[in-house]
């Protein structure tokens, strides 16, 4: 995340020799930067393998303490780096996605400990990205509670117009979830109908679902505000 951290600088090196310093310094500030951090934490880091080196170097709640303790460095460091407006996202439903239904479920429901580590750390999200702002002195970062964004179409995946939440649409095995959606893949005969395209990622109707929350919706799902009020305050500075 570093390395993405510089080359955002080195970026903005390159335009200024192109356009100047100033207005440089206002394209940076009036963009809007979109920073998803944590789900990978987990899944890869965390419980992929039972007693991972993480899992054995930290409790669940004390991982969660260092994820977030990371993550306030990585933003203040965008911060610095003169970003104006930062949608943060925490984790989706961990427990519920069909690759861990796989692995993990109790009689088809969502993994209890997965989902407990979301909101663990969703929760202290919250009160950091808070600090954050409360610090700086306005609303820097907009926080995108996508948990409860998939948890929506997860748990009543008909009143979205899906069949399914938990097959996956591309894979093999059960729930569809055994490697990589290739040639020799299960295919589902309409994409519409899956709530996820493989056995981790939402399908790109599902995605419509969450872009239009990140829009329109409201405080339940961005924190303070939704995208498009956030466009209008912004047009009238």
């Known amino acids: 995340m570093y390395i993405q ?25 009036g963009a809007l930067i979109l920073f998803t951090v ?14 991972s080196a993480r899992s054995r170097q930290y409790d669940l709640p004390d991982y969660v303490k260092f994820l977030i303790s ?30 861990e239904l796989a692995m993990r479920n109790t009689n088809g429901g969502c993994s209890a400990e997965l989902q407990r580590a979301a909101s663990l750390y969703n929760l202290q999200l919250v009160q950091m990205l808070n600090e954050l702002n409360r610090k700086i002195g306005r609303q820097v970062f907009i926080r995108i509670n996508t948990r409860q964004m998939n948890l929506d179409f997860i748990t009543h995946p008909e009143a979205y117009g899906f069949s399914t939440s938990k097959i996956a649409c591309c894979g093999q095995g059960p729930y569809n979830v055994i490697g990589l959606c290739t040639i020799f893949s299960n295919l589902c005969s309409d994409r519409e109908l899956y709530a996820f395209w493989d056995p981790f990622h939402p399908s790109e109707k599902a995605n419509r679902i969450i872009v239009d929350q990140i829009m329109t919706g409201s405080t339940d799902y961005m924190t303070p505000m939704n995208l498009s009020t956030i466009m209008t305050l912004d047009s009238r500075t």
Not at 42 to 51: A, C, G, H, M
Not at 74 to 99: F, K, Q, S
């Open 70 to 99: 990371e993550y306030r460095k990585l933003l203040m460091r965008l911060y610095e780096l003169g970003a104006g407006r930062v949608l943060v996202t925490g984790t989706g439903a961990l427990g519920c996605v069909p690759a």
């Open 38 to 51: 944590g789900g990978n934490d987990f899944v890869n880091n965390y419980y992929l393998v039972p007693y």
């Open 5 to 29: 951290l510089e080359y955002f600088q080195e970026y903005q090196q390159r335009v200024r020799a192109l356009i100047g310093g100033d207005r440089t310094n206002r394209l940076v500030n």
